[in-house]
């Protein structure tokens, strides 16, 4: 019997998503655990897979679409059925859903005109199944003179220097879709000459991504400025981390090192390893805090309210910095592996970050997070904790500079400055200083990070 299938909860505080692409197409038999659809929560790209069988039917959204949870995205039955009056059903249920905030880069397939759109009203019994996104119109703007393009398409045009009025748009009323934008980017010189390059640049000696700036202007664009549109990652970003601001009491607590034992214990490693891999200094931190944490477990707490969690183990939350926001991949139980397991799991999960590609469970469940903008050439710096963790080690570049030793000589040394947010609620000044001395007798003598 045929049914209608929503968009179901991909991650823990998702409330929508943008269905990025269909994997399956409308006729297509499926089974339990298919993959059907890829999805942009508000964490990263996830997979939609389906728990039931049969054929799909009808695709009720474009790819592209923003999504609320639990609407409407596609008729799920078996071969043949009559699927007009949950055409019907499907369709109410999405013009019920709260309006776009932005008209123009999120209209909903029911905003073009009805001849050109059959997607917005339930076609008669008799009326063929007919693909959402196989209609190709020529392109005019919308009534009222606006033209109407998915969020992805529109945030795909802006980061490669489009002109959408330029644009063919293959979608449900002259819709511009992302398959649009990207072909006229593979012919268009406009778009060699101010695209920055899409895939982010991996630092030799951190796991965050650099990435590259964007166009200063739009090609056609007279404006002043350009409004981009949030996307989930972004405006979940912008919410916890208001709420961390303005809910957590933060402290913090300010060392530094000497790091020249670490560099030579870095390049030690690095020649024994050979060409098996390369260990970089971010990957001899996230070891060392893994490790200071189980030396002071009291810095690895959370606060839930009426109770102080406790964490009996060790998961390392990774700041990654991407075109699309910032993530935070987790190294689960850091402190039970090598630096050649971390250094290798922080290359893939940095390497699936930039590519959609983490799963939930690789996000979530962090204990403590490293963010490290050494390589931006920043001394030391501020983090915001990632609730509901109870801190977060903000860490600079390593800085050559005059030093005095134990016999009163002046020497050269190389110094790394780490500051430690702290929740007050949870870890008070002399748990968070004793964390901080046993993390710099770690990285001041490396060879402890081996055993």
């Not at 298919?34 to 959204?61: H, P, R, S």
């Not at 001899?284 to 969690?309: E, Q």
């Not at 469940?365 to 030391?380: P, Y």
Request: aromatic share 2%; proline share 7%; hydrophobic share 45%.
């Amino acid at each position: 019997m045929a049914q209608i299938i929503g968009l179901p909860k991909l991650s823990p505080t998702m409330e929508e998503g943008v269905l990025v692409r269909w994997v399956k197409q409308e006729g297509d038999e499926v089974e339990p655990g298919d993959l059907i659809a890829e999805v942009e929560t508000d964490k990263a790209n996830m997979d939609f897979a389906l728990e039931d069988e049969g054929v799909l039917l009808k695709l009720l959204v474009e790819a592209g679409a923003t999504v609320k949870l639990g609407a409407p995205v596609l008729i799920l039955g078996e071969a043949g059925e009559d699927i007009s009056e949950l055409l019907v059903e499907a369709q109410n249920q999405l013009s019920a859903g709260p309006a776009p905030a932005d008209p123009v880069a999120s209209a909903p397939v029911a905003s073009a005109p009805a001849a050109s759109a059959p997607a917005a009203s339930a076609p008669a019994a008799s009326a063929p199944v007919t693909p959402v996104a196989s209609m190709p119109v020529a392109t005019t703007p919308a009534s009222g003179g606006r033209l109407l393009a998915s969020p992805l398409a529109k945030t795909l045009a802006i980061e490669l220097g489009i002109d959408l009025r330029t644009v063919t748009g293959s979608g449900p009323g002259g819709r511009i879709v992302e398959r649009d934008v990207r072909a006229v980017a593979g012919t268009a010189p406009q778009a060699a000459q101010t695209a920055p390059q899409a895939a982010a640049v991996l630092s030799g000696e951190t796991a965050l991504a650099v990435i590259p700036p964007g166009p200063l202007a739009v090609p056609g664009n007279d404006g002043e400025y350009v409004d981009k549109p949030l996307t989930n990652i972004r405006r979940t970003i912008a919410e916890r981390l208001t709420a961390a601001k303005r809910d957590i009491p933060h402290f913090r607590l300010t060392t530094s090192f000497e790091a020249g034992p670490l560099l030579a214990f870095r390049k030690r490693l690095n020649e024994l390893m050979g060409g098996k891999g390369k260990v970089t200094i971010n990957d001899l931190l996230i070891k060392g805090i893994a490790l200071a944490l189980r030396r002071v477990p009291d810095a690895n707490v959370a606060y839930l309210g009426n109770a102080i969690r406790y964490f009996t183990q060790v998961h390392i939350g990774v700041a990654v910095a991407l075109e699309r926001g910032l993530m935070t991949p987790v190294v689960r139980n850091a402190d039970l592996k090598g630096l050649g397991v971390i250094s290798t799991e922080v290359k893939d999960l940095v390497g699936r970050a930039k590519d959609r590609k983490l799963k939930a469970h690789e996000i979530t469940g962090s204990t403590f997070t490293i963010s490290n903008l050494g390589m931006f050439g920043i001394d030391h710096f501020d983090a915001i904790i990632n609730p509901p963790e109870g801190a977060i080690l903000a860490v600079g570049r390593i800085v050559k500079q005059p030093i005095i030793d134990d016999d009163g000589k002046i020497g050269l040394g190389q110094r790394m400055t780490m500051t430690m947010s702290c929740d007050h609620r949870v870890i008070d000044g002399a748990v968070g200083a004793r964390f901080l001395d046993e993390l710099v007798e770690l990285l001041e003598s490396p060879e402890s990070l081996a055993l």
